[in-house]
């Protein structure tokens, strides 16, 4: 049973930072690929990064390259997401989810999410 746990969400002004935590449990975690991805208000859940197995490799989606990084330390089986550069367009609900590969399939469902809002 896969347990998703995100965190560090909150308020920050456009131009500023943020980290991200999630914590995993219930499976092998360092087996396999993380993803983070984000739903904002009245749009589909999309795709933000992924990091491999053993955080060799990552990828990122356009609207956030350069801006974000994604990391992992396979000994806390967590999984972070930091986040510069802040835009409004980054105001979502950001989800973690374990994968086989860097662009999928995912598996494990859906944890909480932690909301992320950026002011102007």
């Known amino acids: 049973q896969v347990q998703l746990v995100e965190s560090g969400g909150g308020l920050v002004q456009a131009g500023g930072s943020l980290a991200l935590s999630c914590t995993a449990s219930?499976?092998?975690?360092?087996?396999?690929?993380m993803g983070w991805f984000r739903q904002a208000p009245g749009k589909e859940r999309e795709f933000v990064a992924a990091v491999s197995a053993s955080g060799a490799s990552t990828d990122y989606a356009d609207s956030v390259k350069g801006r974000f990084t994604i990391s992992r330390d396979n000994a806390k089986n967590t999984v972070y997401l930091q986040m510069n550069s802040l835009k409004p367009d980054d105001t979502a609900v950001y989800y973690c989810?374990?994968?086989?590969?860097?662009?999928?399939?995912?598996?494990?469902?859906w944890g909480q999410g932690t909301q992320v809002t950026v002011s102007s």
């Open positions: 989810r374990p994968g086989l590969q860097l662009r999928g399939p995912w598996f494990g469902g």
């Open positions: 219930g499976y092998t975690f360092s087996s396999g690929v």
